[in-house]
């Protein structure tokens, strides 16, 4: 599997479950970060976590960072209808010098059933 | 809340046109990027930019694009001359720190159509 792979690739849930969606990468990292993109539309940042951290929250989202099993998990609690999108998980990785760039996993697309 | 803006939000050209694709980063942001994302595949990083050069590459940058900062706000990628493989979504993002220590912000994109 390549850096930053998610699953599953899609996930449909009823309104008002949880919706957990894991990424597994390769590569040390400095930090994990999440995006949603609805479709067609540009990546939104929804939460960072670094490489010495365990555990985050932003309102109902929570992540998790297992360093030594190289993965990820964000679970978003009391899904709504418009949580309806792709979600990606981008690592950001040492290297000498310079501003890095993201690398991409091919996303879970997440459906909320009304 | 600052943002990325970026455009124009769609371009259609002609296989073999030089394009240029418009990108404003954060105000106080020092670090730029470009990504593409092909539809449906992931999104690829192209080149980040600081202080006036390219930090670093990957192998989809190529010798037909190149980036420029052209003045104190604007961030461009130009593809010289364009290639049908060449349609994609194109994003610029910025960020306060390097080797993506912080959260890069993403514009919403400009998508390319190559006729």
């Known amino acids: 599997s390549q850096q930053g792979e998610e699953d599953p690739q899609a996930l449909s849930i009823q309104e008002g479950e949880n919706a957990t969606m894991n990424c597994s990468y390769k590569?040390?990292?400095?930090?994990l970060q999440w995006y949603r993109q609805n479709s067609g539309r540009g990546l939104v940042h929804l939460i960072l976590i670094r490489s010495n951290e365990r555990e985050k929250h932003s309102g109902r989202l929570r992540v998790t960072l297992d360093t030594s099993k190289k993965s990820s998990s964000l679970l978003i609690t009391a899904s709504r209808a418009a949580d309806t999108a792709s979600y990606f998980c981008a690592t950001a990785g040492y290297s000498g010098g310079g501003a890095d760039g993201l690398t991409f996993g091919k996303g879970t697309h997440l459906i909320i059933q009304p | 809340e600052p943002e990325v803006t970026q455009t124009p939000s769609h371009q259609v050209t002609q296989m073999g046109q030089e394009v240029i694709l418009r990108c404003v980063p954060i105000s106080n942001h020092l670090y730029f990027y470009w990504y593409r994302q092909i539809l449906g595949q992931k999104v690829e990083f192209l080149v980040s930019?600081?202080?006036?050069?390219?930090?670093?590459k990957s192998e989809i940058f190529d010798d037909q694009f190149s980036v420029e900062r052209p003045d104190g706000s604007n961030f461009t990628l130009k593809i010289r001359s364009t290639k049908l493989e060449d349609s994609a979504m194109y994003f610029c993002a910025s960020s306060d720190y390097p080797r993506g220590y912080n959260e890069q912000f993403f514009g919403p994109g400009t998508r390319l159509t190559v006729l």
């Open positions: 930019f600081y202080n006036n050069e390219i930090s670093e």
């Open positions: 590569t040390s990292i400095n930090n």
